[in-house]
């Protein structure tokens, strides 16, 4: 079977390195000629719980088109779309709901952790709660096969799955297409932020952006965490948590140099500065090109806009075929 892969963000920001790390450099890895991936700006899904300020979101889908452009994802292999400007997914999310109980809704543990982390107590919103009916909608709206994603949206895939197979049950038809998640290697979980406390996050204001000047960059760099019992040049310092290793590690291709500067850094007598201005430079170095490609691309905002409405165009009609395949298979084309 043909390989079709889905993945999607929700906009509510501009994207960070943490993104860049975690998905986006693996999505542009995967971007062929002759196979089927798209990348949907799940506006929809943001607006679950963001219902009193949609100007943020409306803003951000431009702001994570432009990252995608930036970082090399081409509109050409991959097709970039808007989530709610498919009303495919709409419908079928209200069929699919009817396969999901609420005590099902209620064992989900990230959007239990989403619950807690914004507080909603007794007040969460009806389309919050179901949204990962809705995701289900998402991914088997295209026939995704392959759906790269983070370890928290594990239980959306799941969940996806479970409705795939009730569905093709219920209606004993292979209508909607199995999904399987794509998860990141274990070793690679997701990035830290520049304060080593968290993952990078842009609630924890801790992230480099995308869309950072040189000088903010550089700035973020000189404040990272590191050791803070190593004070003087000649303390010995430490190397796990210390953010400007973490980074090294993943971001300078001398490994070996790497290695020396731990071992000297342990034993004492190299300075945080000079560790943090080897970091600036690497950093600056990788993301100059994709600052520039997006400065680039933001000056047409127009030509933004036509490739993101070109690639909702497509997604449609690949959704609508999904749609009839499902209303055929539940006996409701009346009119057929
Ligand atoms: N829930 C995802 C997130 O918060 C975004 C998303 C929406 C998604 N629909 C999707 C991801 C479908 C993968 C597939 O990041």
Do not use: L
């Given at each position: 079977m043909k390989k079709v892969i889905l993945t999607g963000d929700r906009p509510t920001g501009k994207l960070h390195l943490g993104h860049y790390v975690g998905s986006l450099q693996n999505r542009v890895m995967l971007q062929k000629e002759n196979q089927d991936m798209y990348i949907m700006i799940a506006d929809q899904q943001a607006l679950t719980d963001n219902a009193d300020n949609p100007k943020k979101i409306i803003e951000s889908v431009t702001e994570v088109a432009l990252d995608y452009l930036a970082v090399g994802i081409d509109p050409n292999k991959t097709n970039i779309f808007i989530?709610?400007?498919?009303?495919q997914l709409a419908e079928l999310t209200a069929y699919y709901l009817n396969l999901v109980t609420v005590a099902r809704l209620h064992r989900n543990p990230t959007v239990k952790q989403e619950i807690k982390d914004k507080n909603?107590?007794?007040?969460?919103p009806a389309g919050f709660f179901t949204y990962p009916v809705s995701q289900a909608a998402d991914i088997t709206a295209f026939g995704a096969t392959h759906v790269p994603v983070g370890e928290d949206q594990k239980p959306m895939i799941e969940q996806t799955r479970e409705i795939v197979r009730d569905f093709n049950r219920i209606y004993n038809k292979e209508v909607l297409v199995l999904p399987e998640a794509v998860l990141?290697?274990?070793?690679?979980?997701r990035l830290v932020g520049i304060d080593g406390q968290?993952?990078?996050s842009k609630s924890l204001n801790n992230g480099i952006y995308l869309s950072d000047t040189p000088e903010i960059i550089k700035q973020k760099i000189m404040k990272?965490?590191?050791?803070?019992?190593?004070?003087?040049?000649?303390d010995p310092g430490k190397v796990e948590g210390n953010v400007v290793f973490t980074y090294l590690d993943i971001f300078d291709p001398n490994k070996e140099e790497v290695n020396l500067l731990k071992e000297q850094y342990q034993k004492g007598g190299l300075g945080d500065v000079k560790l943090k201005l080897r970091l600036n430079e690497i950093m600056q170095e990788m993301l100059e090109p994709i600052r520039l490609r997006r400065e680039e691309f933001a000056k047409d905002k127009a030509e933004i806009y036509n490739i993101l409405k070109q690639g909702s165009l497509k997604a449609e009609e690949r959704a609508q075929k999904t749609l009839d395949d499902v209303k055929d298979a539940m006996g409701i084309n009346y009119f057929k």
């Open positions: 989530q709610s400007q498919i009303p909603f107590n007794e007040s969460i990141p290697p274990q070793n690679q979980g968290g993952k990078m990272m965490y590191t050791d803070p019992n190593h004070i003087r040049v000649e």
